[in-house]
């Protein structure tokens, strides 16, 4: 399966709005008890995470994994860093290209591969105001084009 597919429980949409994603990254979750559970019942926010690189590993921050119904103590804490599970080498690879001003890394989608929870994250630069403005009329125009064909099509038929 390539990255990205699999069943998708959560999406960063304002990701890609405010960043332009250059690279992506498959990653593994190191997760407690309960998370799976709710992490399969879809009870997954993306809106607010980021991840960073602290001695040598990677780790997703803010990503909120509600608990479990039935998980009474043994629940987890919603909010808490968890690590992802990355090769070396992309790690290492990370670290040279976050260094660099401007670059972060933003969680895109959270889903479940072969049974297995995983992230997928993106190597994304920061947009400015005016990059946004143009992604946004750049995306009214296609709309109205197919818009247009759409109606052209229906015509002829």
Known sequence: ???GEGKLVAQNKKARHDFT?????EAGLVLQGTEI??????????KDSFARIRNGEVYVFNMHISTYEQGNRYNHDPLRTRKLLLHRKQI?????ETKETGYSLVPLK?????GVAKLLIGLGKGKKKFDKRE???RKEANRSI????AQRQKGNY
């Open 110 to 114: 959270l889903y479940i591969k072969n």
């Open 37 to 46: 559970k709710s992490i399969r019942a879809g009870r997954v926010n993306l």
């Open 21 to 25: 994603i250059e690279e992506t990254y």
């Open 146 to 149: 197919q818009r247009e064909l």
């Open 92 to 96: 290492n690879k990370l670290i040279g």
């Open 135 to 137: 992604d946004l009329k």
């Open 1 to 3: 399966m390539p990255k």
